[in-house]
């Protein structure tokens, strides 16, 4: 490699595209499936799946879902719209937070928050965002920022107990998506169609059977650079590519690099593929704009995170083998 840059990560979207296609074909014909379930967001990456599984398939034989809650962002019905007319797919808008409200899910959340912050409560925003890895070498500890009624933010370190109470409640919101996907799933003898790109697969930013229960996923191998290319090539609306990167899961605006990443996609992406394939931490440094020392930390996160979240991708633990069954 005579040189490292965002043009390392280029791809021929073309090709890449057909790829993908005949390998969701495939896997319909192995597992005689119809057609497929996607859940869109108005994010870029389940529009590139949607996109991708129209391109492989046909309209007629792809389902859109939107399943937006009380808290989603206000861009997220009208940017999976559009996307949706785009193709030309059918689809089905479920409110989910009749669920959400049942199970507890908001609930259980604001009691975890008021352990923090005692005087919590309606009308309150909150978020939980991760100091930068790039910063320092300093251990890192979630905090929680809320905004009351007025506007006003405060911000506290979380105890571990309200930190893992807060996601643990948040959790629902994937897992009752995901359930609704294979509900139509099973319905219409389709396969689910996961959307997690390679970053996040990667380092395990998604919900064990939640967002990361899907019969293919389709885009796991590709680094987000090389999802947005996809997208200008497969025709993905403007407003939805040129949408800042969020978690749309918290009731305060989050972008995904101050609640699990250390840095922006296009960083991150060159970090992850300079680390993959050896590139020296000076060419990866010069490449980003970063330190070296910083390199080094965002290369001991990713590998942090690889084995903190390697449980994620495992099957169910058998106690002793079944020969007859071939996983």
Do not use: W
Not at 134 to 150: K, L, T
């Amino acid at each position: 490699m005579t040189d490292f840059s965002t043009a390392s990560l280029g791809i021929d979207a073309a090709a890449e595209t057909d790829r993908i296609a005949e390998g969701i074909r495939g896997y319909l014909r192995q597992n005689r499936r119809r057609g497929t379930v996607v859940a869109v967001s108005g994010g870029i990456d389940s529009s590139v799946v949607a996109a991708l599984c129209v391109h492989a398939l046909g309209p007629e034989r792809v389902l859109a879902l939107q399943l937006p809650e009380s808290e989603s962002s206000d861009e997220t019905v009208p940017l999976s719209s559009e996307l949706i007319a785009s193709l030309g797919v059918d689809s089905r808008l479920e409110d989910i937070s009749p669920a959400l409200e049942a199970l507890g899910c908001y609930r259980r959340r604001d009691d975890a928050v008021r352990r923090v912050f005692g005087d919590y409560g309606p009308g309150y925003r909150s978020k939980i965002v991760l100091p930068s890895v790039v910063d320092s070498d300093r251990y890192r500890i979630y905090s929680i920022v809320i905004q009351a009624p007025d506007g006003t933010t405060r911000t506290r370190r979380l105890t571990t107990e309200a930190y893992l109470e807060i996601v643990a409640a948040t959790n629902f919101k994937q897992r009752t998506r995901k359930a609704l996907e294979y509900f139509h799933a099973d319905r219409l003898n389709y396969a689910v169609a996961g959307t997690p790109n390679r970053l996040e697969y990667d380092q395990g930013f998604f919900v064990k059977l939640g967002d990361g229960a899907a019969d293919l996923k389709p885009i796991a191998h590709l680094y987000k650079t090389q999802v947005y290319a996809l997208a200008e090539y497969l025709g993905v609306p403007e407003a939805i590519r040129t949408r800042p990167p969020t978690t749309d899961t918290y009731s305060m605006p989050q972008s995904q690099e101050e609640f699990y990443f250390s840095l922006p996609y296009d960083l991150m992406d060159l970090c992850l593929y300079g680390h993959n394939n050896g590139v020296p931490t000076d060419r990866i440094a010069a490449a980003t704009g970063l330190s070296p020392d910083q390199v080094e930390r965002v290369i001991r996160d990713i590998e942090q995170k690889r084995r903190t979240t390697a449980y994620l991708h495992r099957p169910p633990v058998l106690m002793s083998p079944v020969p007859q069954i071939q996983v």
